[in-house]
RNA sequence: UGGGGUGUCGUCAAGCGGUAAGACACAGGUCUUUGGAACCUGGACUCGGAGGUUCGAAUCCUCCCACCCCAGCCA
């Protein structure tokens, strides 16, 4: 794959981590961890997160955990867990039998609790909700400690030890750190390590009705698998303290270094797991999986080649700036990786027939044509040629305009591999007046790049023979919202979306080597773009996405809206 | 009007006191049987703003401004 930046990966995080190996913190060990939680599918802020924590593991040598944070019952299942497994895995990332669950550490959790609660570092608080909310103070006012923050080590392990006996309504006890109720960071204010869910678990089932919290499960976490850098989003920045305190008052052997780094954000779609779950729910999208979601799975059926994200996310660097990155980048890097090892083909996706009348009828010829001309080792296939063509409706204007160089009335384009035609009839539509045929004849002297005396032909068209090609179904993807940042504005992010996101055209002409092309191969129909199969192809229907299309300095000239 | 962060080209982003890397985008050009690809060229007299320290500041100091995050028994 072609690769620009060839030097390493350095940013901050890196220079932290070598600052960390020089002093000698962790004995020389650099372990991360990619910790989803399983309530949702993973999308490319995800990918982010995870070449980051795969990608400095290989770097410096060690290794990378998987390990879902399942602490919350509600909205955590199985068919997210594999779908997550599926995601890493396609990417290219491995973690061996590093596959871990934060829902396994419960029991250790739980004694870490208790030994917190012995220390008189943690008590049953008895507020409701409300109540908490309340105590809690605001921005500007410090809190009011909780009434029963003093209550007696013996009452709170009791009080504990029946909130796990499920002795207690939901709601009516939670477990609070004692920290500081005045703290100007509002995360220290006394936060709930435990709070009591009659919700089954997807892995523990019923085996508990009280739930560790992010916060204190979480640094737990680490600490027991080991982990050194703890890689995180920025908004977990204030947290940080908190991920300290617990470590602290535990004495815990392995203290890990949290990081923040900023989130992806991507122009023109959403990010956030709550609003992708939205547009799924509303039905704005077809699924998880549509094409035009930037969820993993939505780009790996879009045909988004793994390698082609991971390079985008080395391309975009690691910082703490909140940004916004262009999509043209990631399309870059589509390209580029697309370029290389797109076979190409042919396809009409609006056919326009044309009829070359000096070619005699019946006849047909079979060209050898590469695969890829820069790369002849891709190999070749036959392509057929014949008296009727397809040819794109676009590549023909009865009126050009100044600089348009492709068909027109007496005007003469090659065939891409075949031969000059020139235009010598237009044939219209009685009803509509709408172009319906062309006639042209061919020069038998022009065959596959010769032409006589050095004439030059201003273009080349793409077609394919009307009796040998085989119809398709294409479908055409642009941006899911009209504006790059739908966040911005309106209150509902969900009035930006592009209605024309989709554009599903039937009548499309495939060349006949794509006949048995198998789900998910991607190939570049020449001069339209980059498609790949769909897993809705069968033995009836072909079934194209296009993943994007070719650069396209005609359409910026023209100004005219891409096809 | 608390606390935590961030402000360098249109978008990302290096820079860590010695006189503004790179990428994408954009513009122009070469080449070309994909108006594709490849290749060449061009662009921040300036680093959120104002002061100050210094021979010298994007980098240090002071003040100001803007934006993001935090008041879930979510993560």
Redo the contacts with the bound molecule.
């Keep these: 794959m072609?690769q620009?930046?060839l030097s390493p990966p350095?940013?901050?995080i890196r220079?932290m981590i070598e600052e960390h190996l020089r002093t000698n913190r962790f004995q020389g060990r650099v372990m991360t961890r990619f910790?989803?939680?399983p309530?949702g599918y993973l999308h490319i802020g995800h990918a982010k997160s995870v070449c980051l924590n795969f990608g400095i593991a290989a770097q410096y040598g060690g290794t990378c955990n998987l390990r879902m944070?399942?602490?919350?019952p509600?909205?955590e299942n199985q068919e997210y867990v594999d779908s997550i497994i599926q995601d890493v895995k396609w990417l290219g990332f491995e973690w061996k039998d590093r596959l871990f669950y934060?829902s396994d550490y419960y029991e250790q959790l739980y004694q870490y609790a208790v030994q917190l609660i012995k220390k008189g570092k943690a008590y049953v608080?008895?507020?409701?909700?409300a109540?908490?909310?309340d105590y809690?103070?605001?921005?500007?006012e410090p809190g009011r400690e909780s009434p029963y923050r003093n209550r007696s080590v013996e009452e709170n392990l009791n009080l504990f030890e029946r909130m796990r006996a499920g002795e207690f309504k939901?709601?009516?006890?939670?477990l609070r750190a004692k920290i500081d109720m005045a703290?100007?960071?509002?995360?220290m204010r006394d936060?709930?390590m435990y709070?009591?869910?009659y919700e089954p678990h997807y892995r523990t089932a019923n085996q508990w009705c009280i739930?560790?919290?992010?916060?204190f499960?979480?640094c737990l976490s680490d600490s027991i698998e080991r982990i050194t850098h703890s890689i995180c989003t920025?908004?977990?920045?204030?947290?940080?303290p908190l991920y300290d305190w617990f470590l602290d008052e535990l004495n815990v052997e392995y203290h890990p270094q949290q990081i923040?780094f900023?989130r992806l954000?991507l122009?023109y779609t959403v990010l956030s797991k709550?609003r992708l779950i939205e547009l799924v729910e509303d039905k704005c999208v077809r699924g998880w999986d549509d094409p035009r979601m930037p969820t993993l799975a939505g780009m790996r059926r879009r045909g988004y080649p793994p390698d082609a994200i991971r390079n985008f996310c080395e391309?975009?660097?690691?910082?703490?700036?909140?940004?916004?990155?262009?999509v043209?980048?990631l399309?870059?890097c589509l390209?580029?990786n697309l370029?290389?090892k797109a076979q190409?083909v042919m396809a009409v996706l609006h056919p326009l027939r044309l009829v070359i009348d000096n070619y005699p009828e019946g006849q047909t010829e079979e060209w050898d044509s590469p695969y890829?001309?820069?790369n002849p080792e891709m190999g070749s296939r036959k392509v057929p040629f014949s008296r009727t063509l397809y040819i794109e409706q676009e590549?023909f204007l009865e009126n050009?305009p100044k600089?348009?160089?492709?068909l027109a009335p007496g005007r003469e384009v090659?065939?891409?591999?075949?031969y000059f035609i020139k235009c010598v009839n237009v044939i219209k539509d009685p009803k509509t007046g709408q172009v319906a045929e062309l006639h042209c004849t061919y020069d038998p002297e022009t065959?596959?790049?010769?032409a006589p005396n050095g004439r030059k032909?201003?273009?080349?068209?793409?077609w394919v023979s009307a009796d040998h090609s085989i119809p398709a179904e294409v479908r055409l993807y642009d941006r899911l919202f009209r504006v790059a940042n739908p966040l911005e504005g309106k209150s509902d992010f969900k009035e930006y979306l592009n209605e024309k996101s989709l554009e599903t055209i039937r009548s499309c002409r495939v060349e006949p080597s794509l006949a048995h092309a198998s789900p998910g191969s991607q190939f570049?129909f020449?001069?339209?773009g980059y498609f790949c199969v769909d897993p809705d192809s069968s033995d009836k229907v072909l079934v194209f996405n296009r993943i994007l299309t070719?650069?396209?300095?005609?359409s910026?000239?023209?100004g005219k809206e891409k096809i």
Excluded at 403 to 406: G, L, V
Aim: a negative charge.
């Design positions: 072609a620009t930046n350095f940013d901050f220079e910790p989803p939680e309530n944070d399942d602490t919350d509600s909205g934060a608080c008895s507020l409701n909700a109540e908490i909310r809690r103070g605001s921005l500007t939901e709601g009516s006890h939670v703290s100007p960071n509002i995360t936060p709930i709070r009591i869910r739930y560790p919290m992010y916060d499960a979480h920025l908004e977990f920045e204030n947290n940080r923040e900023a954000n122009g709550r391309r975009i660097s690691v910082a703490k700036n909140d940004s916004l990155i262009d043209a980048l399309e870059h390209r580029e370029n290389e190409r890829h001309p820069q590549d050009p600089k348009f160089y492709r090659r065939l891409r591999y075949g065959r596959s790049g010769f032909v201003d273009a080349t068209i793409h570049q020449e001069r339209v070719l650069r396209d300095s005609w910026k000239a023209s």
